[in-house]
């Protein structure tokens, strides 16, 4: 069975830095792109970045370039994202989501989701 | 603003059905045959129902179908149930510079 655990949410001031991590179990982590999508609250859904699978690409979300990181360590089946000057914009639950095809393709078909963790950035 | 356009709510009868229309541009809808569709129930994870413009992922009911003209992409609900009582979002590739787009979401209120 896939499983997503996201951790390292809460409160944050602005400017502040915060690291998210998702764990992830019940499939062959190194074959699939993950991403990052949030949802501010009451609002819809917003794509926040990718990693392909052997992590040599990535993509980001113009609103987050240049201040959010992702990685992803294969070894320990854990994606990342590492967010510095945060805003109060940023404030949102954070999922992590397994892309649903394999074997190298990064298309944004988002499969399984995690329960998502809370972003809030607020002085 | 989002990229693609939704309608905020659409309602139906039970055993109805109903269309969510996505509305995107020549750079994403209209380009690629990689519309997705997620569902998403109150505080829960969003799930996949429909990805490629019309596939069905397994364990996704057949009342369920997408299709696709031109720019706008559709979800079609059929047999409407009381569980179809949910928020729906519209997801597209738009390339290699953007990468994905959502749409703003539809709210489907079942009578």
């Known amino acids: 069975e896939v499983q997503l655990v996201e951790s390292g949410g809460g409160l944050v001031q602005p400017g502040g830095s915060l690291r998210l991590s998702c764990a992830a179990s019940?499939?062959?982590?190194?074959?699939?792109?993950m991403s990052w999508v949030r949802q501010a609250p009451g609002k819809g859904l917003e794509w926040v970045s990718t990693?392909?699978?052997?992590?040599?690409?990535?993509y980001y979300a113009d609103s987050v370039k240049g201040r959010f990181t992702i990685s992803r360590d294969n070894s320990k089946n854990t994606l990342s994202l590492q967010m510095n000057s945060l805003r109060a914009e940023d404030t949102a639950v954070y999922y992590c989501?397994?892309?649903?095809?394999?074997?190298?393709?990064?298309?944004?078909?988002?499969?399984?989701w995690g329960q998502g963790t809370l972003v809030t950035v607020s002085s | 603003q989002s990229a693609l356009t939704q309608p905020a709510s659409v309602s139906g009868s039970p055993g109805q059905s109903i269309t969510i229309s996505c509305t995107g541009t020549?750079?994403?809808?209209?380009?690629?045959?990689?519309v997705s569709w997620y569902q998403q129930h109150p505080v829960k994870a969003p799930k996949l129902m429909i990805y490629e413009g019309s596939k069905r992922p397994s364990g996704v009911s057949n009342r369920f179908s997408g299709s696709k003209s031109g720019n706008t992409a559709s979800l079609t609900i059929s047999g409407l149930q009381a569980e179809d009582e949910a928020d729906y979002y519209c997801c597209s590739y738009a390339g290699s510079s953007t990468y994905v787009v959502f749409g703003g979401g539809t709210k489907l209120t079942v009578l």
């Open positions: 019940g499939f062959t982590f190194s074959s699939y792109a």
């Open positions: 989501a397994k892309h649903y095809h394999g074997s190298g393709s990064h298309l944004p078909i988002f499969d399984y």
């Open positions: 020549s750079s994403d809808v209209g380009s690629y045959n990689l």
């Open positions: 990693m392909s699978g052997s992590g040599g690409s990535t």
